[in-house]
């Protein structure tokens, strides 16, 4: 699967943004999906992942209850709406999808997209 990540940009602290992520090929809906992020000089780290159904969704501690992760299967895409963005929030945000594992974990994820930047001007 390619995966094609889109919506970043400069916005201002407080502010919000939505990304998306389109999948191709075949098989969206078998894969765990995901969002990552790596700030400049940083590790990248887990943000939000969802399920295989959309059922069920968890989240890095530092960003729940502003960050909501969803998807919509019949359109092979994933978003991830970004609201009380904070001037911490800047980094390349990456989507991945996993084919066996629900899991915040780097490695568990088969395929990544190329990221897309999210820049929050304080």
């Known amino acids: 699967v390619q995966l094609q990540a889109s919506g970043g940009g400069l916005v201002q602290a407080g502010g919000s943004l939505r990304l998306s992520c389109a999948a191709s090929?075949?098989?969206?809906?078998?894969?765990?999906m995901g969002w990552f992020r790596q700030a400049p000089g940083k590790e990248r780290e887990f943000v939000a992942a969802?399920?295989?159904?959309?059922?069920?969704?968890y989240y890095a501690d530092s960003v729940k209850g502003r960050f909501t992760i969803s998807r919509d299967n019949a359109k092979n895409t994933v978003y991830l709406q970004m609201n009380s963005l904070k001037p911490e929030d800047t980094a390349v945000y990456y989507c991945?999808?996993?084919?066996?594992?629900?899991?915040?974990?780097?490695?568990?994820?088969?395929?990544w997209g190329q990221g897309t930047l999210v820049t929050v001007s304080s």
């Open positions: 991945a999808a996993a084919r066996r594992a629900y899991s915040g974990t780097q490695g568990a994820y088969d395929y």
């Open positions: 090929g075949r098989g969206f809906s078998s894969y765990v």
């Open positions: 969802i399920s295989w159904s959309g059922s069920s969704t």
